[in-house]
Nanobody, 116 residues
Framework: QVQLVESGGGLVQAGGSLTLSCAAS????????RGWYRQAPGTERELVAV???????NYQDSVKGRFTISRDNAKKTVYLQMNSLKPEDTAVYYC??????????WGQGTQVTVSS
């Protein structure tokens, strides 16, 4: 059974930094893509950043230059380094993964709150 476990959320002042981690467990074959989405109250879930198995990355325009997604294949873990955080980055951040043969999975979500 595949699980995605997130960590690293919290409260930070505007301009600060946080790093989110998403560790995958279970019998996992090669992944197609791993990523991060976020959802603020009253809004739809939106893509923040994605990284493919080959290392290609893509970011939402509003986080380009501030957020960096990376992966450690040996640890089956994906990271989201978030710098220069803004109050509008406040949301629940969800880890996402699409694995070969297994399909798509989501983490339970971790709260990120940026105070002004």
């Amino acid at each position: 059974q595949v699980q995605l476990v997130e960590s690293g959320g919290g409260l930070v002042q505007a301009g600060g930094s946080l790093t989110l981690s998403c560790a995958a467990s279970g019998t996992i074959f090669r992944d197609i893509a791993r990523g991060w989405y976020r959802q603020a109250p009253g809004t739809e879930r939106e893509l923040v950043a994605v990284i493919t198995s080959g290392g290609t990355t893509n970011y939402q325009d509003s986080v380009k230059g501030r957020f960096t997604i990376s992966r450690d294949n040996a640890k089956k873990t994906v990271y989201l380094q978030m710098n220069s955080l803004k109050p509008e980055d406040t949301a629940v951040y969800y880890c996402y993964a699409k694995f070969v043969l297994l399909g798509e999975f989501w983490g339970q979500g971790t709260q990120v709150t940026v105070s002004s």
